[in-house]
């Protein structure tokens, strides 16, 4: 069974920079998409990044500030979280799906199949 474990959040002054890494036992060569998603207290789960193959897609209120990748060779996925807000304050979790679907399929509201466990994200104004 692939598990997906997920490092790199703490608390950081607003404008600085984080970044998230996502590693996945068993290899991440098997997932069509891979994602990271975000919850926030009392506010519902949110997508906040994709990446298939070498096609990555953002949440408008992270375009540009954040960028997800991924080095096959190490198994990882990374998310470089750069000028953070406070609304950036979450837990971030990292998310794979091994079904061939369209990318637009999870961005229309539907769940991939594989989660790690959350990272808190922290962002002091």
């Known amino acids: 069974q692939v598990q997906l474990v997920e490092s790199g959040g703490g608390l950081v002054q607003a404008g600085g920079s984080l970044r998230l890494s996502c590693a996945a036992s068993?290899?991440?060569?098997?997932?069509?998409?891979m994602g990271w998603y975000r919850q926030a207290p009392g506010k519902q789960r949110e997508l906040v990044a994709t990446?298939?193959?070498?096609?990555?897609n953002y949440a408008d209120s992270v375009k540009g500030r954040f960028t997800i990748s991924r080095d096959n060779a190490k198994n990882t996925v990374y998310l470089q979280m750069n000028t953070l807000k406070p609304e950036d304050t979450a837990v971030y979790y990292c998310a794979a799906d091994p079904s061939p679907r369209d990318i637009s399929w999870y961005w229309r509201g539907r769940q991939m199949n594989t989660w790690g466990q959350g990272t808190q994200v922290t962002v002091s104004s």
């Open positions: 068993g290899g991440i060569f098997r997932f069509n998409a």
């Open positions: 990446i298939t193959g070498l096609s990555t």
